[in-house]
Structure formats: C-alpha cells, structure tokens
C-alpha cells in the first residue's frame, strides 16, 4: 500500500505537518476516536493499529460500516462520520495524525512541491480504499449466509500474496458477522455445515480452503 507521506523526505515533512496543522495522538484499545475530534473539518491517518467504524441505530443494532488498517485513511473527506450513530473503535493500540481538512486548500501550501506529491499520495490511498469497500458491497448483495462467507474466504485468499489455500483470521466471528451484516449464530451453523461438507478446515485461526 501506499504511503501517504511517501517519497518527502523528513524536512519536508516537518513543514507539511506545520502547514496542515497535523498532530499524532496515541489511542488504547476499544476508545471512540471520535470523542474529541470535531467531525466535519478532518481527516486521519492511521500510522499504526486498526479501527473499525461501526453504526448503531435506535435500537442498538450494530453494523460495522468500515475497517482500517496501518496506512489507511478516514474522515470528514472519505466517511459520513457526521451522521449520529457512528463511532470509530480502536481494535488495538493504535496511533493516528489527524488533519484539519481546510488546511489542505491553504494558499502556503501550494508553494511547495511536497503538495503535489502528498496529493498523489492521497488520492492512490483513497482509490486502493474505494476498491475495498466495492468489495465489501459485493459482498454484501450476496443472497445467503453461506455465499457471503466463501467470497470472503475468497477475497482474504487473494489478498495473501503467496497464493496459499490457508488463510488466518485476524478478526473474531463477532467481528466477522457485523462486516458481513448476518445474524452470527447463523454464520456458526453455516461455518459448521462448510466444515462437515469439505469446503473449509479450521485449525485454530486458520482456515483451509478446499473449493
């Protein structure tokens, strides 16, 4: 993945951080990164770590909207953060440089060439991001439980770049029913008929896939 400061030396990055007024705060696991950001003016960088943007409607109904890793970006310019109900959890321990997004338009920065890098950046980040989530919409409109979770044994697979049929779970089966937005007791029951029908093997966090 691209880097979003990728490509401007440590000089540089030092008068782009002043120019966009960025600052890096450190986050323990499970905090709402929300809490203290004002949300329609900013725009984040994970430097390490991962969040997951959830929306819990009036019920208390949860749906995890998005998840981001080391390097991926979020905020008033990618996410409608905006709305009431979402939040942004840590998974981890997790660093992250917020910007003022209005500082991105200001007339000092365009004097510089690091600008223009830092924009190429940005938008490669953002397009890798869009992809993701077309992936996830897909996903999404897949009719059963079962289909759900073979395409996205699938798309985990093809995202592992040696080509193994064994992929590892970095995420729980609760964790794993929000992103698929299915109910997880039934995910169980489909995860065990995938098993007891030879398409998938577990082995602790591992799963072998066999289609």
């Avoid at 064994?166 to 299915?182: D, F, P, Q, R």
């Amino acid at each position: 993945m691209i880097k979003l400061f990728e490509n401007i030396s440590e000089k540089e990055l030092l008068k782009l951080k002043r120019i966009l007024k960025a600052s890096t705060q450190k986050f323990k696991r499970n905090v709402n990164v929300l809490s203290n950001v004002n949300r329609e003016d900013f725009i984040a960088l994970i430097d390490s770590g991962s969040i997951e943007c959830i929306y819990t409607d009036y019920a208390g109904n949860k749906t995890v909207i998005e998840e981001l890793e080391t390097g991926e970006v979020f905020g008033s310019l990618t996410s409608s953060i905006q709305e009431e109900g979402i939040s942004c959890i840590t998974k981890e321990d997790t660093e992250i440089t917020f910007i003022e997004y209005n500082q991105i338009t200001n007339d000092e920065i365009f004097k510089n060439d690091f600008y223009i890098i830092f924009i190429k950046n940005l938008i490669k980040i953002l397009t890798e991001q869009l992809n993701t989530r077309n992936i996830r919409i897909e996903l999404l409109t897949k009719k059963t439980t079962r289909d759900k979770l073979l395409s996205y044994f699938k798309y985990i697979e093809k995202k592992t770049k040696d080509g193994s049929k064994t992929i590892k779970m970095n995420t729980s089966y609760t964790e794993l029913a929000n992103y698929l937005s299915v109910d997880r007791s039934a995910m169980m029951r489909e995860i065990k008929y995938l098993k007891e029908d030879g398409i998938i093997e577990i082995i602790g966090k591992k799963i072998i896939l066999h289609y």
